[in-house]
């Protein structure tokens, strides 16, 4: 089945463009002028994948992304960005984008990212509208070995979430949990900016250099007892700097 990829720009020569080529690559492309048509296009035919241009007439696009996130935690989202618009590229990426493409966007280097972004959701499971809570009792019998927490947050690999001792669910972006599954495969253990990139599915030339930053920044707020004064994921500086995860044996509520 093609993916389906939801192009969203007021320019309807850029949408042209990126249209015909994305569909020769093999997708279903939709062609839509702004947050209203991407809305009715959720009604109807929900994407797999959003290319989103920021700068549009009425509602921008960083509303969109808002709106977008408020009902999805994982959906791809690649934002179209001018080549001097730094300042929005980080309020998406705090907002929860997980890639940019500065315009004129190269095609070949688009194609690259919608496929990245793809292959990290590839086999994401939806969760459902509403969670049931799980007895706590239940919960400890189901802990497995190797099982991560993040502060009060048990990683659900299966679902691609987060979940807490009383059931509750903390949905998380696919570059969100890409980084989890990566600290949890290696507790303890100082990884790099570009390693962190790497192993959790995205090349490091993709994005610039501080984007593993901002990533972390919004995981804390999530995760962390105290985002200010973080105890799950540290800040390593010196050596060329990086991040450890810090594993418990249960949930951590904080000091």
Not at 55 to 62: A, N, T
Not at 72 to 95: F, H, K
Not at 118 to 135: D, E, H, I
Not at 155 to 165: F, I, K, Q, T, Y
Request: glycine share 10%.
């Amino acid at each position: 089945m093609k993916s389906r990829i939801a192009v969203v720009d007021d320019d309807e020569m850029i949408r042209e463009v990126v249209v015909e080529y994305l569909t020769g690559q093999g997708f279903d492309v939709l062609s839509l002028d702004g947050g209203p048509a991407l809305r009715a296009a959720f009604a109807t035919t929900p994407p797999d994948c959003v290319i989103l241009d920021l700068v549009m007439p009425g509602e921008d696009g960083l509303s969109v992304l808002r709106w977008i996130r408020n009902g999805s935690a994982d959906l791809p989202v690649i934002m179209l960005t001018s080549a001097d618009g730094t300042a929005d590229r980080v309020v998406g990426l705090e907002l929860g984008a997980d890639d940019y493409v500065s315009k004129p966007a190269d095609l070949r280097e688009l194609l690259a990212r919608v496929r990245s972004v793809l292959r990290r959701r590839t086999g994401a499971a939806s969760p459902p509208p509403m969670a049931q809570p799980v007895p706590l009792v239940e919960q400890r019998k189901s802990a497995g070995p190797g099982e991560a927490w993040f502060g009060r947050w048990r990683l659900d690999r299966a679902r691609r979430r987060l979940v807490d001792s009383a059931g509750e669910v903390l949905p998380v972006t696919g570059a969100e949990f890409g980084l989890l599954c990566v600290f949890a495969d290696h507790p303890s253990v100082v990884l790099s900016r570009d390693k962190l990139l790497e192993l959790s599915g995205t090349d490091p030339g993709e994005v610039f250099d501080r984007a593993i930053d901002l990533r972390i920044t919004r995981l804390r707020r999530k995760i962390e007892p105290v985002p200010g004064d973080p105890t799950v994921i540290r800040t390593i500086r010196g050596h060329g700097g990086g991040y450890e995860y810090l594993p418990s044996d249960g949930p951590n509520y904080g000091r």
